[in-house]
């Protein structure tokens, strides 16, 4: 019975370089990149806003809200229309760990049939965010399941996620993958972030092969 969550992998080797204790870490960017859109998109850590149709003074709550929403700047007694105008936040880049709460096998093709399950996540987490900061400032990180909803919000809507977890964010095509992710931002987050491993004979307890 796995009790943690499972990361699929394309070789026996890499299996087995991670149970020693090397996870392979990817980025957003990354997975922008992928054809296979199995296995990312190219709006990976995006929100996307549209103002609808509104007019009226600076002051009326409702101009309020879409103009903060769209960076511009009304004085209160001010008069202004937006008519559709979008915005989006996208988080420049980020390291990623992809996983997966329950491994299908219809997921073979695309992520690789060689399991290894990841035990203890809040002290895998905790242990992981210590190892990257000897290399990288990281100046925040995360891990939860993947948000499974439109990245589209719209005039008065709430928006899809707090700020600090736009990198969750999924489409519900994706929702059968049920993906646990890990993040962590370094600062200054200026992209083109590498994929790298980290390596540690302390993350080996948290690892063991499952089929």
């Given at each position: ?30 997975c ?21 149709t ?15 929403r ?65 290399k ?46 890990f ?29």
């Amino acid at each position: 019975m796995v009790s943690g969550i499972i990361k699929p992998l394309h070789e026996e080797s890499h299996a087995e370089s991670m149970l020693q204790g090397n996870v392979y870490l990817s980025t957003l960017e990354t997975c922008r990149r992928y054809e296979n859109e199995e296995r990312g998109d190219r709006y990976e850590g995006y929100s996307l806003y549209s103002s609808g149709t509104v007019s009226g003074l600076g002051s009326d709550p409702h101009m309020k809200t879409v103009a903060s929403r769209l960076g511009v700047e009304m004085s209160p007694d001010s008069m202004g229309s937006f008519m559709w105008c979008k915005s989006e936040s996208r988080l420049t880049d980020s390291f990623i760990l992809c996983t997966t709460d329950k491994f299908n096998r219809s997921m073979c093709k695309d992520f690789g049939d060689y399991c290894v399950e990841i035990r203890h996540l809040p002290h895998f987490y905790m242990l992981m965010s210590r190892l990257l900061k000897e290399k990288y400032n990281i100046g925040h990180g995360l891990a939860g399941y993947a948000l499974y909803k439109d990245r589209w919000y719209e005039g008065l809507e709430s928006p899809p996620e707090p700020p600090t977890s736009v990198v969750l964010l999924k489409p519900e095509r994706y929702k059968h993958q049920r993906e646990y992710r890990f993040s962590w931002n370094p600062v200054p987050n200026k992209g083109n972030l590498k994929p790298f491993t980290v390596s540690s004979e302390q993350l080996k307890p948290f690892f063991r092969r499952v089929s």
